[in-house]
DNA sequence: CATGAATGAGGGTTCATTCAT
DNA sequence: AATGAATGAACCCTCATTCAT
């Protein structure tokens, strides 16, 4: 069951968690977002009912998009051989965290006591995982992963890695070569060359 | 330059953390705070002039331990050999984030105007970062690393992994054996292990 | 000069009598009238003018309504014995009073900036009080009645009475005989001896 | 057990019970009672909690006052014979509803899901009613009283009517004479009149 | 004729902070 | 040195009403 949403409804969205990302979700006031989506104040509480509602209805909005845009990646990598399937998705997973960095920056801080909302969060981890734990299987089968690291783990190494540089950009722009401008292009680069090199000798590939 | 802190002002700023860390920093009012802290509300503006330079002094207080504590570790492994100083950096890190969990749960999260204060933390990082530098520098010298991996690349992983376990703690619990309550104690042996395996395969090292 | 209500304003004013009755004016939403009478939130606006105007017309609807059913009722008395009268007249007034309860748990205590509408029961107030001197005068001219009570001090007790009683169900109930389900009905009748005891004592008839 | 009020807040919950008399409990705004009483807005939560905890506290105030009052007052004319006695409380109860007529004006009106509230007046009315039995009694023991109506009836008369008269100045004062001014104390004592003749015949007193 | 999307005003409350003591 | 009473700003939300359709 989808949920759908109007313009207007996804234009507020998309404000909202480019601010509360920046901000946080206490420290972005509903004056904020309207004035930022050039609204009227009292559009959050008329389109979603208040102010938490409205950030419950962009993370799921948020998630489902994720969930679909990745069931969809898993599609079109089905046929490959287990060591494509694995650059493919570190790939994959690099390129959304960055392109929605906003997002990221927020998913795992706020919305403390909703935990049916981070339950949705949780699932997607899941399936992720369990991608994951495919492909080394049949990596390990056809002898091309010598290791059979835990999926979990490789998982909380990717998201979290990217993650940290999402955060900490001032940290790691520092070992970026380039101007500032294009830091996220820059560090994805870099990262998504780090994040292969990570995983791959961790599961013996020779690469 | 060390910063000094009174008794009192020690005891405002732990009760903040843990607090701050629970529901933010904007969900937490100088209210709670003072309450559980057994002291007057306007004590905290009294002591530090505001909330917001209370939290200043709290991330600098912590920081600085945190640099203290990683000063005096280098100190006990700078005789060591290179595979033997990374474990036991992998070792010392691990178990210091999960001790303070509390700390780097609001870390990355807050004090999003305080530039100031970021830098606090980048400097600790760039030191952490310069550590392991020289100990891979010296396992490429010796032999015992056969790839240069970049030193920053291996503390964003190592930090990050923890850090994404510690906040997804909900996803990174159904993979572990054990019963929930020692989530904590199971969490970070597990990743430990994961971690180690990671960088020094990472590194080339012959497990 | 009487105003025409539609339909559709009629079945309003009914709906947002209930309510008003209920939770007083400013309790009373537009929104709340308008899903109980399952109609558009616009529509009070529209059919009205605005909610304040919505209230000054339900005022004059019911008061109409009371001044014309009044009208009808002394043309059927008109005939009879001061004492019959007396008596009838209060049997009159109780039946509408509990009959109409709603309209008069809101009539003396919402509009007060509203003087013309109040004006409209007043000049009901002085009809009636009209009606009753005559009926006391005639009573007193045949001898059955022995005291000139003022008919402003009788109007005053009989529905200042039957108000109090109306409003202090809690009270009143206390005292009553019989279930609590026929409260109105129990009260009414317990009411109306008492009134007529009451009043016919007070005008020095030999009961 | 009394509670007790400060002077400020006695001062806010003075102003308070006249503007919400006259406008009622949700018209009248915190701002409204602030600004009237030169207080911050801010004051009525910080005092009393919240409005509605304000108009509890108000309403403890004035029916505590009113109990300790009338308590006083039963203890004056405790010797007296019924009849004096009987006239005495007609005259108290008066002077009191014209003197707080504020209060009474919203008393029966507002709290309308505050029943523990209203049983406070509720246990008043008892009171009252029992101290009127006794002297009825005593009457009719001693012959001076013909007929044992019912106290609550008398009561129900009382108060109705008084508050009928405070509650429809504008129909009442019409036929008062004198300016429109005093129009309290001419409809007072009017009134006193009124009610004895009416109670006192109502009970068969010879007059 | 009737609607529902959208608005601006104002609602009560909570906040961090100040200031007299 | 420390307090608690008091403040004004800002909070989110609900209101009656408007207006394009």
Do not use: W
């Amino acid at each position: 069951m989808k949920k759908k949403f109007t313009e207007k409804q996804i234009h507020i969205l998309d404000i909202a968690e480019e601010l509360i990302a920046q901000k946080g979700f206490e420290g972005t006031s509903v004056r904020d977002i309207s004035a930022k989506a050039n609204i009227n104040v009292a559009m959050i509480s008329y389109y979603f009912g208040s102010k938490e509602k409205m950030m419950v209805n962009l993370y799921q909005y948020r998630v489902q998009k994720t969930r679909e845009t990745f069931a969809e990646f898993t599609q079109t990598i089905k046929d490959g051989k287990p060591e494509m399937q694995l650059k493919e998705i570190i790939n994959f997973v690099t390129k959304q965290l960055f392109k929605f960095n906003y997002f990221h920056a927020f998913v795992t801080q706020e919305l403390r006591h909703q935990d049916r909302v981070k339950d949705t969060l949780l699932e997607f981890y899941q399936t992720f995982t369990k991608v994951l734990e495919d492909v080394v299987q049949k990596g390990i089968v056809s002898g091309v992963f010598k290791r059979a690291a835990k999926s979990e783990d490789i998982v909380s190494t990717i998201i979290g890695t990217i993650v940290f540089t999402i955060r900490n950009k001032n940290y790691y722009e520092i070992y970026l070569k380039g101007n500032d401008e294009d830091y996220l292009a820059n560090a994805e680069k870099k990262l998504k060359n780090h994040l292969n090199l990570c995983v791959f000798s961790l599961l013996g590939y020779q690469i």
